[in-house]
């Protein structure tokens, strides 16, 4: 158990609707970074905020956001959603913006999303 | 543009053997390098890392080296055990910049 809770573990929903997926970070980690999963793809960089502010972006597409609340709780909102969407998505955190030497990330078990 | 390749979707070995995953990447900026495993229906766990002003680290039966004039990253299991079935990601990073994971290399330890 990473100590990182990600909600809910399955979704499926329907092309052109919107969803929220929740991330809560390890407790003390500041820093929460957003994955998205595709079959047989790596791990695609969306998007990492720390402290409540947005710090990179990666390949994160205009009809999806995240935020993340004063409690450190993250949420990624995926809109006008298309079947290509469908995927894993997995939030990470760390303790600190960069982490020193390494960045160890840990990862919560993913939230896996079936568009129809 | 992939910055970081692992060539091998699939790798088969046999229990009590060595177990050898490669990773190449294209940018030499790179200074730290990663490999995570991932379990099914689990997200991915930190195994074992590198910093660029090293070739070698060893942790228990998992060593990773690296050759930075290849751009070359290899973790390597002595003795493979049926547990160390999965999914092995590498990661590479640049100073404070994000992480780049690769695509991937299924593992399957056969008894």
């Known amino acids: 158990d990473s100590g990182v809770t990600q909600t809910p573990k399955h979704l499926i929903t329907a092309t052109g609707q919107r969803v929220t997926l929740r991330c809560s970070p390890r407790?003390?980690?500041?820093?929460v970074y957003w994955y998205q999963q595709s079959l047989d793809q790596g791990l695609q960089f969306l998007i990492q905020?720390?402290?409540?502010?947005?710090?990179a972006k990666g390949n994160i597409l205009e009809r999806f956001s995240a935020q993340q609340f004063p409690d450190l709780h993250s949420e990624l909102n995926l809109s006008s959603l298309e079947l290509g969407d469908s995927a894993l998505y997995f939030c990470?955190?760390?303790?600190?913006?960069?982490?020193?030497?390494?960045?160890?990330?840990?990862f919560g078990p993913g939230t896996r999303l079936t568009v129809l | 543009d992939q910055q970081v390749k692992q060539n091998s979707p699939s790798l088969s070995v046999q229990e009590g053997r060595i177990s050898i995953l490669n990773c190449d990447y294209t940018?030499?900026?790179?200074?730290?390098f990663l490999w995570y495993k991932k379990y099914p229906a689990e997200g991915p766990t930190f195994l074992i890392s590198?910093?660029?002003?090293?070739d070698k680290n060893e942790d228990g039966r998992f060593t990773v080296f690296l050759n930075k004039s290849a751009k070359h990253l290899s973790l390597h299991i002595v003795p493979s055990q049926p547990g160390d079935s999965a999914v092995y990601f590498c990661?590479?990073?640049?100073?404070?910049?994000?992480?780049?994971f690769g695509q991937g290399t299924r593992l399957t330890i056969n008894p």
């Open positions: 990470a955190s760390s303790v600190t913006l960069a982490g020193g030497s390494y960045n160890e990330q840990f």
């Open positions: 407790s003390g980690d500041l820093s």
């Open positions: 905020y720390y402290n409540g502010e947005e710090r």
């Open positions: 940018n030499s900026m790179f200074d730290y």
């Open positions: 590198i910093s660029s002003i090293k």
């Open positions: 990661a590479v990073k640049r100073g404070a910049q994000k992480l780049v």
